[in-house]
């Protein structure tokens, strides 16, 4: 069936996009993140999908994967099929959209805003849309459809690579509607990243009465900031952007921790990058200073398999009035790193256009919800393996 034919209205999917938008979900909060899964599960399971809820574990909030036999969209036996996978956390803390909130969702013209409505929300709530509309209309797939919802995206997955790995061994594409690039693009690649530890401990005392006595651990983990930023060039990227220390102004802090993000196009640059944060060495001998790495994402390049999904999209696109489909290996990591370095055929940034992701300035373009949905529909029901 002709996507074009499909029954959208951006309206009406503005209205339901409202409803996950204004349930907030920041990943820290695992109780709000399993409210945004209630509300994702019930959508999922009036379209009849079979949930599954998967227990969060490391203090993150749970995942639903919602299942649709091919039997419901193409007729025929189950086996490997099409993963549509998206994160529900967003980066706002909760207050961030409430009605007095400064990204309290509002809709101007051409534009809404809302927390985490580009990334991801509007992504995932099309993709569901596009299989409502494939049902809906009686047509078919020819493969089954899996979608996956994660709890985690936001700092990294640590909690889900392993389910994500796992179900996507199981199928033979992956989607993602993460969002569009700037120019309406989608995602045949991502950089590599890895995040760090930053640790500095230094000797308290009283910053007024004694402070000579002490090392502050601030000013070392200062130090360590400035020297650890400079290591960006146009091959990779550092960047600090969180630090904790100090409880009292009048004591000189013994205590600072920081995390930090490195990003690079190739691998090897980034394992360059890794050996020289991992080497870093305290610049005062009465500080101790340490670096840790925690989660990393490994480099995705397209190979032919990728480059032939994305084609099939650039004809999908053009059929339902988008004019240019370009494609790009991209840093923000998402979850397609993960499947992408697996060889899975992966196809990312199939979500909607707009801009301001993670900042009080998030919103999404209105007139894309309905192309986009169209254009996810049409791989849905064209993509045959």
């Not at 909760?94 to 534009?111: C, N, Q, Y």
Request: charged share 25%.
């Amino acid at each position: 069936m002709d996507p074009d034919a499909l029954n959208f209205d951006a309206e009406r999917m503005l209205a339901g996009l409202r409803t996950w938008v204004e349930v907030e979900s920041p990943t820290y909060d695992a109780a709000a993140v399993n409210r945004m899964m209630d509300l994702a599960s019930r959508d999922l399971a009036l379209l009849g999908a079979r949930i599954e809820r998967i227990p969060g574990r490391m203090g993150f909030g749970d995942c639903v994967r919602a299942r649709f036999p091919q039997a419901a969209l193409g007729g025929g036996v189950d086996g490997p099929g099409i993963l549509l996978m998206s994160h529900l956390d967003t980066v706002h803390p909760i207050g961030t959209g409430g009605a007095a909130g400064p990204l309290a969702f509002r809709r101007e013209g051409d534009k809404a805003w809302g927390p985490g409505i580009f990334d991801m929300k509007g992504g995932a709530y099309i993709a569901m849309d596009a299989v409502r509309a494939i049902l809906e209309a009686g047509a078919r797939t020819k493969l089954p459809v899996t979608v996956l919802l994660t709890s985690d995206e936001e700092v990294g997955s640590p909690s889900t690579r392993d389910l994500i790995e796992a179900e996507a061994r199981r199928h033979k594409v992956v989607l993602i509607p993460e969002p569009a690039r700037s120019n309406g693009g989608v995602v045949t690649g991502r950089y590599a990243i890895a995040r760090f530890a930053l640790e500095a401990r230094g000797k308290p005392s009283h910053a007024g009465a004694r402070l000579a006595e002490g090392r502050s651990a601030i000013r070392e983990m200062a130090k360590q900031i400035l020297a650890i930023e400079a290591m960006t060039t146009e091959d990779a990227t550092c960047s600090v952007g969180v630090i904790r220390a100090g409880q009292w102004v009048n004591c000189v802090p013994m205590l600072c921790q920081a995390e930090s993000l490195s990003m690079a196009k190739r691998q090897h640059d980034l394992d360059a990058l890794v050996e020289r944060m991992l080497a870093l060495k305290s610049t005062d001998p009465e500080v101790g200073f340490t670096v840790r790495r925690t989660y990393t994402r490994p480099v995705w390049e397209p190979d032919g398999r990728v480059l032939a999904l994305h084609a099939l999209a650039e004809r999908i696109a053009r059929g339902v009035g988008i004019a240019e489909l370009p494609h790009e290996s991209s840093g923000g990591g998402s979850d397609g790193n993960f499947t992408g370095a697996l060889g899975i055929p992966t196809l990312d940034g199939l979500g909607v256009q707009g801009s301001g992701p993670h900042t009080l300035d998030e919103h999404i373009l209105v007139p894309s919800l309905v192309p986009r949905a169209k254009l996810l529909a049409g791989l849905l029901m064209q993509i045959d393996g």
